[in-house]
Every structure is written in C-alpha cells, then in structure tokens.
C-alpha cells in the first residue's frame, strides 16, 4: 500500500498549484485520469495547428496568483485587450451588448432601450441584484428589461446553459454579467460605444503552446505525479482510496478536482445523504469544433451569437491570441455548441454549423476549411438552481469534516475563471500544512 501526506486527485490547474506548494514541504501523489496533466487547460496539436478546449485565457485579478502565473509563463505570454462582439438582427455590436445597443436595427435598439428605462423606474432608478436564489428570467427582465432580455440575456443563455430559465438562478451573475449604469447604456445606444467594462477587457495568453503551457510550466519539477491514474473507490473511514493503475493509496488528508457530483459515487458507504445531495447536481456538455481555415482578415477574438438560428453560441478566432497556434497563412477558429448533455450528431452538426459561419461572416466558404477537430467537454458549465445552491454547501462541509478539499472549477462546483483554480489550490495547500495532521 502507498502511503501519502496528500493525496491528489486532479492534474489541472487547482491539483498542480497544490502540489508545487506542497513540493519539499509535504508527502503528496497526485493523480491525473488522462494521458496528461492540465485538464481542460489541455492543447491538442494536429498538423501543424494548436486546439484548446475551447477559449481558455488568463483573466488575472489577484497580486499573489497573478504574479506566479506570470513569474511560471516567463516571457511566454502576451497582454491583450478584448475584441469581443455580438452578432444579432444582421448586425454586430461591441460586447458588452447592453452598453451598445448603437448599432443596432432601429426597431430592435427601440425596444432595448425602452425595455431598459421601464425596467429602471421600476427599480426607482437603480438596478436588480440578484438575491439568493432569484430565477435568471426574473433578474434579467428586472434588470435590464424585456428588450435586452428579448433579444441577448435571454436566448443566448438558453444556447449555453441549455437549462430552463425559470429554473437556473442568477447567483453565477455578480463577478460574469457586466452593469452598466443607465447614463451607460444610453450613451451605448446614441452617442458612443464602451469596450472596457467586465471582468475581462484585458487577458493574458501564452505566446508559444497554446493553453497547454500553463499546466506544463506547473508540472515541471514535480515528483510523484502520476497520469494515466484514476480514482476508482474511496473509503472515507479507513482514509484509502483506490487508484486505478496504482492500487491502494492512503492518505492523511485529500484534495479533490474532478467533478463533485462524480467524485460522491466513488465514496464507498457514503455519509448519511451525501449520495443523494449527489444527484441534485447537473451541468450541460460543449462540444468545440475547432477549425483550422485560410487565413482571415478578422481581428475579432470571438462573437456570441444568440438567435436560434445559429446552433453555436461562441465562435472564435484563436490565432488573435497567438499566430504560433497555426502555420503561416491559416487561421485556428473555435466554435462552441452545448446540449443538456446529449449527443451531438456531429456529421448534421457540422453542415449547420457552416452554414452558419457562413452567413455570420466568419468564413466566406466551406473550402476554406483546411482542418478539423471535435474537443468535447462531457462536464463543462455547471448549472446554477435550488437544488444546486442547497446540495453543494452541504457536501462540501460533509466532505471537509474529513479532512477532504474539494475545489477548483468541478470540486467547488461552481462557475469560475483559471486563476480562481490557481488560488484555490495554493491557498488548499497552505491551509492543509498549517493545520497539521492526525498520524495513520
């Protein structure tokens, strides 16, 4: 039997942060399923091009984890501000879309703008913050009217959710959903337009290896990282789980990265409820059709499209990021479609999915495409609702009162950037060995 101080279950951007801190400090064995580490942080290369898993870039908000992402990419990365855009009514408007609303069809800004106003006085001028719980149509009408509701809050939100509206809450909107004020989103409907406001008008992107250099720069040095190793049994009580392709671990204490809900059906006699509070969590699955394409003229890094005649929510263009990600005169694009976690039939997927690139102007024809490569992500955007927002407090405690972190983007279960994972796991790891553990 191996025997650790931590056990690590995970080899993305949480698991790897964690282990470096622990590195030298504390015994620990970190275990990754796939072939190798960095989770959806992962880049595949197929002749000659670099496909992420969709668009994976650096939104960097906190000193501590900033200066370490940087310090850890050296010189690999570029600093770049937003180009992001909203296709809508055969138009196309600066994101965000509520503050510019200028260029849109008359009768379509007529309705944003109007909705907006009755939606303030209303709220006596001020805006709807979404309370506890509060379902996502409720807010969205109260916050910014039946008119941006209408035409953007609404159907794209459906398109990435796939979730009834009525039934996912608002509780992921705070740090995600820009709030212009009413001075703003007037000015966006007649005077100017406004690019800088979200948590994301400046990102970071690495310069050579695509998304990938991140958790490879992470891995490097460390020791007793195991891929091709998968968490096949837990036992809570004797503190042993079992490692496909290794055998028994124990460990002293554990931190979980892989999905919440999946990581409770491995627990072999379970704490009283906690498999049922399991089955209360759900999320959707993106499929991403990365294309590789004659080179484009587009500065563009992506556009939303909301109308449901476009299958896709998402498409962009990564070598705006990086050229490194494509050879010289070609184009890397990627196009994100969800479903509640059904199949997508990708052969009919692919014709509508052209067809409209196509008519959004982001290809001129399909004999553009040059490459081709479907990434899918069974467990992507979990989905916020009352069961949700109940059942997550409650594992988590339930799993932390023995001595099991769960955290990151899956652990957590929640909706979240790559730098919160990097926080999460070098603050898991100095709370574990400031806390000491109970000897085997």
Not at 118 to 131: M, V
Not at 265 to 294: D, F
Request: glycine residues 8%.
């Amino acid at each position: 039997m191996i025997e650790t101080d931590v056990l690590i279950v995970g080899g993305g951007l949480a698991g790897l942060t964690a282990a470096r801190t622990l590195q030298g400090k504390k015994r620990f064995l970190l275990v990754e399923k796939e072939s190798l580490t960095g989770g959806l942080t992962a880049s595949v290369k197929k002749n000659g091009f670099i496909f992420d898993y969709s668009g994976h870039l650096l939104h960097l908000h906190w000193k501590k984890t900033g200066d370490l992402i940087l310090r850890l990419l050296k010189n690999n990365h570029y600093k770049i501000r937003r180009n992001a855009w909203i296709h809508l009514a055969g138009a196309e408007v600066p994101y965000p879309f509520q503050a510019n609303l200028h260029d849109l069809p008359d009768k379509v800004k007529s309705e944003c703008v109007s909705g907006f106003l009755e939606a303030c006085l209303k709220n006596k001028g001020g805006r709807e913050h979404a309370r506890a719980g509060m379902p996502f149509r409720t807010w969205s009408l109260n916050t910014f009217g039946a008119g941006i509701s209408k035409h953007f809050m609404l159907p794209y939100n459906h398109k990435l959710w796939r979730y009834p509206l009525e039934r996912l809450t608002a509780d992921w909107c705070a740090p995600f959903v820009p709030m212009p004020s009413p001075r703003e989103v007037l000015e966006g409907a007649y005077l100017r337009r406004r690019t800088d406001m979200g948590y994301n008008p400046v990102f970071y992107y690495p310069r050579r290896g695509g998304i990938q250099a991140l958790p490879d720069a992470l891995a490097k040095g460390l020791k007793d990282v195991h891929t091709g190793c998968e968490l096949a049994s837990l036992d809570l009580r004797t503190k042993t789980a079992i490692i496909k392709g290794l055998g028994p671990v124990r460990y002293k204490s554990l931190i979980n990265t892989m999905p919440l809900k999946y990581f409770v059906e491995l627990i072999k006699s379970p704490p009283a409820g906690l498999r049922a509070l399991g089955t209360k969590l759900r999320h959707n699955t993106v499929y991403v059709l990365n294309l590789g394409v004659k080179g484009t003229a587009s500065k563009k890094h992506w556009t939303y499209f909301p109308e449901r005649e476009f299958l896709f929510y998402r498409a962009g263009t990564a070598t705006n990021f990086s050229r490194q990600l494509a050879p010289k005169g070609r184009d890397s694009l990627y196009i994100e479609t969800a479903t509640a976690g059904a199949d997508l039939p990708r052969a009919a997927a692919e014709k509508k999915i052209f067809r409209g690139l196509i008519k959004g102007g982001v290809i001129k024809s399909e004999k553009d495409i040059v490459e081709k490569l479907w990434l899918k992500i069974p467990c992507a955007y979990v989905i916020y609702d009352a069961e949700r927002n109940k059942a997550v407090p409650a594992i988590l405690s339930a799993l932390a009162a023995r001595d099991i972190h769960s955290i990151g983007r899956y652990g957590a279960w929640k909706y979240s950037f790559m730098e919160e994972s990097v926080k999460e796991g070098l603050e898991t790891a100095k709370k574990i060995m400031r806390s000491g553990f109970i000897p085997f």
